[in-house]
């Protein structure tokens, strides 16, 4: 069944919108379910960003009734409002984390800082959706070959190749220059992310035993206004419901 379609085409100007995204007033709505996941790194950051923002989770009867349309029938979608009165909806994670981390300045200081910033911000991100792709929703009977080869061969490698970037960084807990920016944002949602999986802690053990990564994600947490949104009641309930909903794929043996 096809999903209602939102266009990205607003009934403004290509300028007008570019102005509006820009807007130093600008609230903003992130649409997503009510978990972590693939909205974590974009709640942080504009929790970071100090601006006004929220949460929109769709209830399943407006979700499931076609009641909201999106691009391409999945969410998160961003809604940037500009004080103007225009909304402005923009689509895909790794779009509207971008989009988010030029806005409040993660992404360096210049475009050799940007473009690898971005090259580590792809890198995390494929992880989870290799997970996503190959442990997570695979069919059940090969969860469990799928997700040994990933705590054997996938995560280890993993760790291993972005040790050796933080160091050549300087192994200051940041992967370009001497501050916070997109990568070391995506990298501490995806520890986590693991975290929240049925083999959670096993995947955190191995992340734990990498001082080069942990320091990164200490310091990540640590940003006063990070720290404060993970602090608060709504990050919390949103890392329950994240469990809760990855119970489910935990491979047969463990359930
Ligand atoms: N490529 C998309 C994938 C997003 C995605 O898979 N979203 C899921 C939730 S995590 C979704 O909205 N699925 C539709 C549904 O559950 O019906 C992105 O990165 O934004």
Redesign the pocket.
């Known amino acids: 069944m096809s999903h209602p379609r939102l266009s990205l085409q607003t009934k403004y100007s290509s300028a007008e919108n570019a102005k509006a995204l820009f807007d130093p007033n600008a609230s903003f709505t992130l649409i997503?379910?009510d978990v972590a996941?693939?909205g974590a790194s974009a709640r942080d950051m504009l929790s970071l960003g100090k601006v006004q923002w929220k949460d929109r989770h769709p209830t399943d009867e407006e979700?499931g009734g076609g009641k909201l349309p999106t691009p391409?029938?999945?969410?998160?979608v961003l809604e940037v409002h500009s004080s103007d009165g225009k909304t402005i909806p923009l689509?895909?994670?790794?779009a509207?984390d971008l989009f988010l981390a030029k806005r409040f300045h993660l992404l360096g200081d210049n475009e050799w800082e940007e473009a690898t910033i971005k090259g580590f911000y792809s890198n995390i991100h494929y992880l989870r959706e290799r997970s996503f792709m190959t442990v997570t929703w695979t069919h059940s009977s090969l969860r469990k070959i799928a997700l040994d080869n990933f705590i054997g061969k996938t995560l280890p490698q993993f760790i291993a190749d972005h040790e050796f970037h933080l160091r050549e960084n300087g192994s200051n807990g940041h992967y370009v220059g001497d501050k916070i920016s997109l990568a070391d944002i995506h990298l501490s949602n995806i520890i986590d992310h693991f975290s929240y999986l049925p083999s959670g802690d096993v995947m955190r053990g191995l992340f734990n035993e990498s001082d080069l990564l942990c320091k990164v994600k200490t310091k990540v947490d640590a940003h006063p206004e990070i720290a404060a949104w993970r602090a608060s009641a709504p990050w919390n309930t949103l890392a329950r419901a994240t469990v809760k909903v990855y119970e489910c794929t935990a491979p047969p043996s463990e359930e």
């Open positions: 997503y379910w996941s693939v979700w391409f029938g999945v969410m998160p689509t895909e994670s790794i509207v």
